[in-house]
């Protein structure tokens, strides 16, 4: 079965950090993009950044909530494990969203990403 499943969301206190895990089965990461996006109440979901397939490169989403992030939130990816991995640092409470995994064989930096996870909840207090 072809699927995501992201796990390590929490309450973790500003200023704090999280890192997320997103689990591969089905396919490889290696030959696709992945990315990172988050949702909260009453907004679109929104994407934060990516990982290409070609080198790894990361790609913050070009907007504000990619602008906010750069510096403090990391994607990683170990292929041979076929997971993906988003460390978040000095977590902020407008940071508090559902973080969703995705993955698309032209998935970054192009927004094409047709695996879906079910998302995990993060909250930061302030």
């Known amino acids: 079965q072809v699927q995501v499943v992201e796990s390590g969301g929490g309450l973790v206190q500003a200023g704090g950090s999280l890192r997320l895990s997103c689990a591969a089965s089905g396919f490889g990461v290696a030959s696709y993009g992945v990315g990172w996006f988050r949702q909260v109440p009453g907004k679109l979901r929104e994407g934060v950044l990516c990982?290409?397939?070609?080198?790894?490169?990361?790609?913050?989403?070009?907007?504000n909530l990619g602008r906010s992030v750069k510096g403090r939130f990391t994607i990683t990816r170990d292929n041979a494990e076929n997971m993906v991995y988003l460390q978040m640092n000095n977590l902020k409470p407008e940071d508090t969203a559902v973080y969703y995994c995705?993955?698309?064989?032209?998935?970054?930096?192009?927004?094409?990403?047709?695996?879906w996870g079910q998302g995990t909840q993060v909250t930061v207090s302030s």
């Open positions: 995705a993955a698309g064989l032209f998935g970054c930096p192009t927004y094409e990403y047709d695996i």
């Open positions: 990982s290409s397939k070609t080198d790894s490169r990361t790609y913050y989403a070009d907007s």
